[in-house]
Nanobody
Framework: VQLQAFGGGLVQAGGSLRLSCAAS????????MGWFRQPPGKEREAVAA????????YYADSVKGRFTVSGDYAKNTVSLQMNSLKPEDTAVYYC???????????????????WGQGTLVTVSS
């Protein structure tokens, strides 16, 4: 499975960006797609995830109410709409996909098998 994320860029605080990720290859085992981010000098952290079965979505507390994850299973694409961006949202954002996993583990990197190359989001104050 290959994942390609795009849509990053520079935006002022309070602005919006939409990230997209397209999966290709042997995607029939995809069960969950997630977004992670790695702020400068920090470890990678979970942002959001969507499970194709039932379209359940999960969010980190830091982005709840501001970010929305959505996806199109038929097209194997997932998006992350980011509103009310803050400087602390500055990071490299990664999309990921995984097979069957407990939903309670959505935020663990070990729940995902494939990762995209990352796209940089910079939020200026």
């Amino acid at each position: 499975v290959q994942l390609q994320a795009f849509g990053g860029g520079l935006v002022q605080a309070g602005g919006s960006l939409r990230l997209s990720c397209a999966a290709s290859g042997r995607t029939f085992n995809n069960y969950v797609m997630g977004w992670f981010r790695q702020p400068p000098g920090k470890e990678r952290e979970a942002v959001a995830a969507i499970y194709w079965s039932g379209a359940s979505t999960y969010y980190a507390d830091s982005v709840k109410g501001r970010f929305t994850v959505s996806g199109d299973y038929a097209k194997n694409t997932v998006s992350l709409q980011m509103n009310s961006l803050k400087p602390e949202d500055t990071a490299v954002y990664y999309c990921s996909s995984g097979g069957r996993t407990y939903r309670s583990l959505w935020s663990r990197e070990s729940s995902y098998d494939y990762w995209g190359q990352g796209t940089l989001v910079t939020v200026s104050s």
